[in-house]
């Protein structure tokens, strides 16, 4: 996967990683919109990449399939675990290599803009669309992040991040760039993470919130041989999250970015002179997503009416745009799509809404399919989410728009609890709770309780499932009248 | 001169940063060569820019004068500082700037490629020529220098490296893009390096190798309050000068750029397994330019003739030539000069010689004109400048031809002596010392005591000073021929 991101560029093809925690169904559908001619497949995801290819209807022909077999699979003589190679597998990945022509002269791309990599959104609002990114774009985000993160020459990285998410957020590039050593992963949990950490001696590991949250919730926390740097982006992270994982040795960089931007371009740049702050005022400066990056030309906050900058209040809000070096080129083959959201200028209209502080370091308050209107109130869901976070209780938390006649939407909780609980809360324990802290209403009318949220493979919570589910309890009760007082 | 980096460009014109070591008649050249609409005075320059303006020839007309006053001067209340500007300035930066409008929306330059900066080449080797680079060639260099050096945010970087040289080789923008805090000074001596460096807590700073020199050789040592990272280039650093330095505490890193690549697009990176090495053999590897940083395409050794690489046997001379995004548009009004070294594919002719090694290192033999051709043999003045330089008792050398009927050229060394010495080498201890170190034709058939070697503004040698000297001396003693033996 990882000498991929490599040897397909440099050949003149385009990248695509899949995704590989998709259902068939759905990889199906991406491969038949991507037309790829040549599919490496890992040993894992054998069985994966066969039902998506049987699923293509007979007037459509599949890609070559190539067999990336592990290490450990040959363990056991690679004669005979070649033997055992699937015949609708071309070859396998060790034997195409073997045939190469070592003086081969790598394919260099006509133009800088060239498309270099497609990667599809992983669809927490919508289905997923084709991200097509060019080399120039691509060099800028590896570029930039390896300032933005001040990553060192070489670093010991830890794949907590899939590579199938936007390239790891081009780190698979920004590590060769600095000589990192890449220790990978095919899944892990606390346990493996913390024992990687000690056998590898690893400095920089990325994660959605939910890995800082696994790893800071573990019954297996192990002290850190040395201070690990982590970056952390996809959602906003609940401050109580932050100060746990810091509190263990962790060093938490948090930015924002998306699929359409190749990587992080908004940063929430530290300043040395927050550290002399408590611990859970650090920990609301860093939720916060930040100002852009030096390979951004602008980032802001506007009124997705006039695009007017909203007010530097850090209460008004308005749609997250951005302007620079690497905003994709488009969605393939969806123009209505691109032109939604690529205006004048260069201006990429991302969707999130957020709220611009008056230091200049803009909040991320929702997705736009997030916000909760509740009797004509825009509600922030993620605000609700912070305060459920600080419960004691409380391991995950989502919240999402219940249907309701009086009030349009009320809010409703999804939570999970955590395991090692003697006394569990109820819903009005938790209803108090936020009494306490919230205006009444962006109080959750419902508390719903779960052992697990609904996830994308890259960890984000699934808010369309969650709504889904919401929607089918029918509306609220008409007591949530009264709350609202 | 900090400010005036981002003042110029945002208002949509093109900066030129004169070296303020120059004489009138030069800047008097440059200035009618570049024919500035505005020229920003420091104080301590105002003799040398009036002189300069004074030389204008009746029909061209000189630019408008601006006066930088320097806070100090204005200690004494700023109205009677005022009074006492030349009438020949039009007012001062102060006054310029308060009767701004802050509502000025910065000129976007029409193209990338526009050119945002002129720098005047310090002219070791011929007259002075402008390069102009490009907005993006800046950017490009700007962030590849950060990478390369790795440089954290918020750094404290101590101005050793003149601002006029290749915008301090585009450390000026650099350190604006991560944070940075300037300690600027307009002269120093090591002392006041050690007291500034300890009174800002300063962790970066860049230099020539003379300033290497400076801050290891001098009597006022003090030790460093935290290791200071120091990037050092311009000229090959003799490894003696690299031990000791890092001896102290400095931790030094050693790259390679012309003013045509507007910064350091070769770098000596170092391999963490070499730092188990003796201390001689680390200076041996760090005196090495090294491979290129990732801002560039390429960077090879080529014979000149054929313009294929030469053999990476460490040994074989050839022309360092490079390829990328922050080489230069071209000379300002030079077609010709442009020409000579810009060539197909985008390739720049450095007129650097070097070799390549084994392990794709670059290591710079000289320039072209310093190359000593003694008896049809190319002979390296770097090389025997090296071994010069751990000689106990000299501080400074330098190596160029002198004129030899017999032999053609003959190496001649101008050397400066440490200060405490009990006991001067004669020019024969020195020519026996070399013996012993170097092949006999690459041994000085004449050594030269100096007091202090003539330099350029930017701490280089001036070669071509010496050069002239040497030739003055007349061809050397006929003794050579038996010498060479």
């Not at 850190?224 to 962790?250: C, D, H, K, M, Y």
Request: charged share 20%; with cysteine; proline share 7%.
């Amino acid at each position: 996967m990882y000498e991929i991101q490599f040897g397909v560029p440099m050949s003149g093809a385009i990248l695509n990683c899949i995704n590989t925690r998709l259902d068939a169904r759905t990889v199906s559908v991406l491969l038949r919109h991507c037309e790829p001619k040549l599919l490496f497949v890992d040993t894992l995801s054998q069985s994966l990449a066969l039902e998506a290819i049987s699923l293509f209807p007979p007037n459509k022909s599949p890609p070559l399939l190539v067999l990336i077999q592990d290490d450990q699979d040959d363990a056991g003589g690679s004669n005979s675990s070649l033997s055992t190679v699937d015949s609708r597998f071309c070859c396998t990945y060790e034997s195409l290599v073997e045939k190469g022509n070592p003086n081969f002269k790598w394919i260099r791309p006509k133009s800088e803009w060239s498309p270099i990599v497609l990667n599809y959104t992983s669809g927490t609002t919508s289905s997923p669309k084709g991200v097509v990114h060019s080399h120039r774009g691509i060099f800028t985000m590896t570029v930039d992040s390896l300032i933005d993160w001040e990553v060192p020459k070489q670093p010991v990285y830890l794949w907590t991040l899939p590579m199938f998410h936007a390239n790891g957020w081009s780190f698979t590039w920004g590590m060769a760039a600095i000589g990192g050593t890449n220790v990978c992963v095919r899944k892990f949990d606390a346990s493996t993470v913390y024992s990687l950490i000690k056998k590898h001696g690893v400095t920089h590991m990325c994660g959605a919130p939910v890995v800082l949250n696994m790893l800071s919730n573990s019954p297996e926390i192990k002290p850190l041989p040395n201070p690990v740097q982590i970056l952390t982006a996809g959602a906003p992270p609940p401050a109580a999250v932050l100060s746990r994982t810091e509190s263990l040795g962790f060093v938490v960089s948090h930015g924002y970015g998306l699929t359409e931007t190749g990587g992080l371009v908004v940063s929430c740049a530290w300043k040395r002179e927050w550290n002399k702050l408590p611990a859970t005022e650090r920990a609301r400066l860093k939720a916060r997503q930040g100002v852009r990056t030096i390979g951004m030309t602008e980032a802001d906050v506007v009124d997705p009416e006039s695009g007017l900058s909203v007010k530097r209040d850090g209460s008004t809000l308005g749609e997250i745009v951005l302007r620079g070096a690497s905003v994709m080129l488009g969605y393939l083959k969806d123009p209505n799509a691109t032109n939604k959201c690529m205006k004048e200028n260069g201006w990429f209209y991302t969707g999130d809404v957020g709220v611009m502080h008056s230091d200049g370091y803009m909040e991320i308050k929702d997705r736009s399919k997030d916000v909760i209107i509740s009797g004509g109130e825009n509600l922030s869901s993620v605000e609700v989410e912070s305060v459920l976070y600080n419960h004691p209780a409380i391991n995950e938390a989502a919240v999402v728009a219940r249907p309701d006649e009086y009030w349009g939407e009320t809010p409703c909780a999804f939570v999970s609890l955590k395991n090692e609980l003697t006394q569990k809360p109820s819903e009005q324990d938790i209803i108090q709770y936020c009494r306490a802290k919230l205006p009444h209403y962006m109080v959750p009318k419902t508390v719903v309780f779960k052992e697990e949220l609904p996830k994308t493979s890259t960890g984000k919570i699934q808010k369309f499932a969650l709504r889904d589910m919401a929607k089918a309890m029918g509306p609220s009760s008409s007591s949530s009248r009264l709350s609202r007082m």
